[in-house]
């Protein structure tokens, strides 16, 4: 849809300028209703003008002339609010651009807004924001699943073309799959996490949301990529394949849903002639217990800049439950006694996991999951914080293993959107994003 509508764009049919003033009528409108955006960038309007005199004037306009996104955030933005929806940083205004926004502006992309999460990307529902649940636009008494929440709500009410998320352990895939949005976690170092605030830095990526694959390709495309401020950023090339075999991976979870992205599977299989079969994986239900002790220790590392000095209030004194859990339990499982015990040992479980991971890429090309292997809860339902946890169980996998993964809307059950999870090799994003069109 992007594609189409930078041609309109471009070709004078639509203005830059009606394209982002319909947005922000629409979040004017709606947003009291759904809490999907924090802040709207005050100047947005007046910088699609500049744009449509660009295109009026025949200079040359970017490759996402007069498109709208929407960004997370805990994702630097110079000038714009970057609360990471915590009271710790309120009234932070980002002081300068993190390495994504710079190339979408470079390319005339027009930031919307900033968006609702949960508290420094803490969760798996949008409840934890100290500043309101955000709704599913799909089913306005559930839970948009999180922490990217209002990114993935904001593009299924129609706020943006786009929008930015993190994932760290499913925080793009997983809202993607409520909202029933196409949502894509990069391989590990695929786009520079330059200007992110980290929740665990070895498994934090930044990556979009959208309407459909074709989009979210148009916007990796444009950010991925080696970035001089970010070591760990690197040109990845995908491998290419003449004939694909897809293994469906064994789990636990909802029947309906697993029955539904096995049938789809299969579908998609046939019309193709792709060869499936099912795979199982030894190790994969130890995803959340390796998961959760690494994020705990990296989190409280790197939230130990919050103690009011430099950046907003001291994070102990105004953060929320969530965020205080797993500074507690990161201070604790980090003292020198209990290192061994925790830490070291879901370390190793990590490069277990990752070791079956590529492994398994040597048998099959992609392999395919639910996203989220339960329905989400109706909001301020009390859950317990395992019940929570366990929202993670499958898109944790793909950030223990480094690999890139994508979730598509997969049809609805019980009336509610369930999404479809593909995962590749490391490195095969390109490859993914081209064989995630086929299941849309
Ligand atoms: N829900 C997971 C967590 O709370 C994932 C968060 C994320 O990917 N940012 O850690």
Request: proline letters at 3%; hydrophobic letters at 35%; one cysteine or more.
């Amino acid at each position: 849809m992007i594609k189409q509508k930078i041609e309109q764009i471009r070709g004078g049919k639509l203005s830059a300028e009606d394209n982002i003033t319909y947005f922000i009528n629409k979040i004017k409108k709606d947003n009291p209703k759904i809490n999907s955006v924090l802040h709207v960038n005050p100047d947005a309007v007046k910088q699609a003008i500049e744009i449509d005199k660009k295109i009026k004037n025949g200079k040359k306009a970017g490759k996402l002339a007069g498109i709208g996104f929407i960004v997370k955030s805990n994702i630097n933005v110079k000038g714009l609010i970057i609360n990471c929806a915590s009271k710790t940083l309120e009234n932070y205004k980002g002081t300068y651009n993190a390495s994504v926004i710079d190339r979408l502006l470079k390319e005339d992309a027009i930031i919307i807004g900033m968006s609702n999460m949960d508290e420094f990307a803490c969760g798996s529902s949008g409840e934890t924001s100290a500043f309101g649940f955000c709704k599913n636009p799909r089913s306005i008494d559930r839970i948009p699943g999180g922490s990217s929440s209002g990114s993935a709500a904001s593009v299924a009410a129609d706020f943006c073309d786009f929008s930015l998320g993190s994932d760290t352990g499913g925080s793009i895939r997983n809202p993607a799959s409520h909202c029933g949005v196409v949502g894509y976690k990069p391989s590990y170092g695929a786009v520079s996490r330059y200007g992110l605030i980290d929740l665990a830095m070895s498994f934090d990526q930044i990556g979009p949301l959208a309407n459909d694959v074709q989009d979210c390709q148009i916007i990796f495309d444009i950010i991925k990529g080696k970035d001089e401020n970010d070591p760990a950023a690197i040109d990845y090339k995908s491998e290419k394949k003449d004939s694909i075999k897809i293994g469906i991976l064994e789990v636990k979870g909802d029947k309906k849903i697993i029955d539904k992205i096995k049938n789809k599977t299969e579908k998609v299989s046939k019309d193709n002639k792709y060869n499936y079969d099912k795979i199982s994986l030894n190790n994969v239900d130890l995803g959340i217990q390796t998961y959760y002790p690494i994020v705990y220790v990296e989190f409280f590392s790197g939230t130990r800049k919050f103690d009011g000095r430099k950046y907003g209030k001291k994070i102990e004194d105004s953060a929320g439950v969530e965020v205080l859990r797993r500074i507690v339990g990161g201070g604790k499982i980090s003292k020198a006694e209990f290192a061994g015990k925790y830490y070291r040992r879901a370390l190793t479980a990590k490069r277990i996991i990752e070791e079956e991971f590529n492994n398994a890429f040597k048998k099959v090309d992609i392999i395919i999951m639910p996203t989220v292997p339960k329905l989400p809860h109706k909001i301020g339902e009390k859950i317990s914080v395992e019940d929570m946890y366990n929202y993670d169980t499958l898109t944790v996998l793909a950030n223990i293993a480094q690999i890139p993964a994508i979730s598509i809307p997969c049809g609805e059950i019980e009336g509610l959107p369930v999404g479809l999870q593909i995962l590749a090799k490391k490195g095969n994003d390109d490859f993914l994003l081209d064989i995630s069109k086929k299941f849309e």
